[in-house]
């Protein structure tokens, strides 16, 4: 879901990632990803960024994060992205995830907030 403070819209997207272990409880970590807004006049947005954590408790992580993200429509900005998140696993090889992310795209466009709910496989 992305919400600007009067509209909001729901969206679908894909991330592939991987994680550096900074110790037994830390780590850093990157990520690239798709992402559409669905409605009508927007494409698909590409970001690159990362993260950094800690191990909260045993197959749980709690990270912030940053990334940039391309426009998602012809007559949009680009964004830069800050928040945060945390990543359950559910057994060995699959996790859930839930981040809250502030969008700064500049250019007297409206800041723009996203609320993410995920479920990964790890390979």
Same mark, same amino acid.
């Given at each position: 879901m992305i919400w600007d403070g009067s509209n909001? !819209?729901? =969206?679908?997207?894909?991330?592939? &990632?991987y994680d550096y272990d900074l110790g037994e409880?830390?780590?850093? &970590?990157?990520?690239?990803?798709?992402?559409?807004?669905?409605?009508?006049?927007? #494409? $698909?947005?590409?970001?690159? *960024?990362? #993260?950094?954590?800690? $191990?909260?408790?045993?197959?749980?992580?709690?990270?912030?994060?940053? @990334?940039?993200?391309?426009?998602?429509?012809? %007559?949009?900005?680009?964004? $830069?992205? $800050?928040? *945060?998140?945390?990543?359950?696993?559910? *057994? =060995? #090889? %699959? %996790?859930?995830?839930? !981040?809250?992310?502030?969008?700064?795209? *500049?250019?007297?466009?409206? @800041?723009?907030? #996203?609320?993410?709910v995920g479920v990964g496989v790890k390979f």
């Amino acid at each position: 879901m992305i919400w600007d403070g009067s509209n909001s !819209e729901a =969206t679908l997207g894909v991330a592939a &990632g991987y994680d550096y272990d900074l110790g037994e409880t830390a780590f850093i &970590g990157i990520q690239g990803s798709a992402d559409k807004i669905l409605t009508d006049d927007t #494409r $698909v947005s590409w970001g690159v *960024g990362g #993260r950094i954590g800690v $191990v909260a408790a045993p197959g749980t992580k709690v990270y912030a994060l940053a @990334d940039w993200q391309s426009k998602n429509c012809k %007559y949009c900005n680009s964004a $830069v992205g $800050v928040g *945060g998140g945390v990543q359950q696993d559910i *057994g =060995t #090889r %699959y %996790y859930l995830k839930a !981040e809250y992310q502030h969008l700064l795209i *500049g250019d007297n466009t409206p @800041d723009a907030d #996203r609320g993410l709910v995920g479920v990964g496989v790890k390979f």
